[in-house]
């Protein structure tokens, strides 16, 4: 009997994997009725919709009741409708965004001749589908409103219902309140039970759009008591495209700060760059991305004790990368590649700078890469088969200023694991024991 199972799971894989190739996430949906010009619905009506900017096509086929459902990439399109003896009908100018389900209906008329009507659409102000509270951020948006630091993450608070309560760039930073979902993957990474604000980046010129959704989501957003973002990277189209930009600020702008009553030193400088294109027009695209970002950051500890007081200097630095690869096999046939990486180096200042000495703090370290995978295919208009696979690592690094200095017994012992701490009125010395890794030294000056 066990035999038979596992030969029967192994079946059910094969014929699963077998299945034509597959491509996209079910980004967002084309649905409606056709119906002739007394209003009778008209089955085997064959609709074709095309992303005018990939030339990538989809497919669906009116069933009994004239109705339809056909999942598509985000962008625009042109929808064709096509049925022997009757007026072809050709709707351009439709835009959906992800996590959008657009309601097209169209009437044929019959006709003998060979005869086509042009229709411009535009996008439903209101959506009628669902009662989802949230807001989608679009493409126009993310390419055109100023972020300060350009983190994408920001462009969330212009969801209705967006909340966050941190610096962190997290919607929502508390445990088990937000979950940030790319490309259909959930990557929010936990630590100590509550979102690592320090979890993996994207680039702001590698995100596409996205979609903030702050209550009443589906059972397939899951993992949250809060809001979800589902995004989405940027892929190629039919027209080599790229762009380099560069972003820097320097403290000869800066006034004063009200506490020290000085201009702290501070520059930032950020620059990035994308291409992509086709590597065959309407089938394969590539689309790729590198961001960088380097901030030369002054901590200054401002404690009752002037002489534990100092700046410390740290250069924080972030690498991070996107590449993707989409196929269409067929109109019902797609697939998704997506490899991402990301570094990070920044100082932690380990408290309060008016309470904790600069002991407590040191360099922090957060390195992430990621691969993913979507295979899919539209069987009929009730029925998708998806498959969705990946791998994602998470590295943090929190390295100690200073160590404390073992030596020969009794003189310097040496400590393994916890901490020495030094207690003052109101102030803590904080001196780690051996680490698991070499700690680094930080320039002050």
Known sequence: MKRWNLVGSLLVIGMIVTLPCVGYAQESTFSGTVTDSTGGVLPGVTVTATNVESGNTFEAV??????????????????????????????????VLVGQTAVVSVQLAPSTLQE???????????????????????????????????????????????????SGGLPQNRQGYSQITMDGQQVTTNYHSAPDSEQPKYSLDGIGEFEVITNRFDAIQGRSAGMVVNAITKSGTNIFSGALSGYFRDEKFNAADFIEHRV???????????????????????????????????????????????????PSRVDLGVGRLDFQFRPQTRLSLRGQGYQEMFYGPGGNSATTHPSSGGPRGRDTSQFYGTFTQVLSNRMLNEIRGGSTAYDRKDHPAVQWQGGPFPYRPVLNGGSVTI??????????????????LVDSR
């Open 264 to 314: 702290l030193p501070y520059s930032n400088q950020q620059a990035s760059g994308t291409f992509g294109g086709p590597i065959r027009r309407n089938r394969i695209h590539f689309f790729l991305n590198y961001g960088y970002g380097r901030e030369p950051k002054t901590f200054s500890y401002n404690s009752p004790y002037p002489s534990f007081n100092r700046d410390i200097f740290f």
């Open 116 to 166: 086509t009507v042009t229709v411009t659409g535009e996008a439903p102000l209101i959506e009628m589908t669902s009662s989802t509270v949230g807001s989608n951020i679009d493409p126009r948006q993310m390419q055109e409103l100023p972020v300060s630091g350009r983190n994408w993450m920001d462009l969330t608070l212009l969801a209705p219902g967006a909340r966050r309560n941190d």
């Open 423 to 440: 207690l003052l009125p109101g102030y803590a010395i904080w001196i780690p024991t051996a680490a698991r890794e070499p700690g680094h």
């Open 62 to 95: 009116t069933d009994d009741r004239g109705n339809f459902r056909m999942p598509v990439r985000v962008g625009g399109y042109r929808i064709t409708a096509k049925l022997a003896g009757f007026t072809t009908i050709n709707w351009s100018g439709l835009q």
